[in-house]
């Protein structure tokens, strides 16, 4: 295979495989039920809504990284 191709060949093949992507990634997607659509927004409600855990917080003698000292 000559030299030149092999440097050659990445760019339409990069620009082919963008196309396809591009196109994959702009599909028309079946609707979504509303069933579905209340569900997922109920998990994310509930995610949003859980409590926090409070921050651990160090040992005594320990020192953060990079604190000097």
């Known amino acids: ?3 030149w191709l092999v440097w ?3 760019v339409p093949v ?4 963008a196309v396809a992507w591009t196109s994959w990634a702009s599909r028309t ?3 979504v039920e509303a069933v579905e659509s209340v569900q997922a927004y109920e ?3 509930q995610a949003l809504n ?3 855990p409070a921050p651990r917080s160090e040992a005594p003698g320990q020192q953060k990284a990079g604190s000097g000292g």
């Open 8 to 10: 050659l060949l990445p």
């Open 29 to 31: 997607r079946r609707p």
């Open 43 to 45: 998990k994310f409600r």
């Open 1 to 3: 295979m000559p030299a």
């Open 50 to 52: 859980a409590p926090v």
């Open 14 to 17: 990069a620009t082919l495989a």
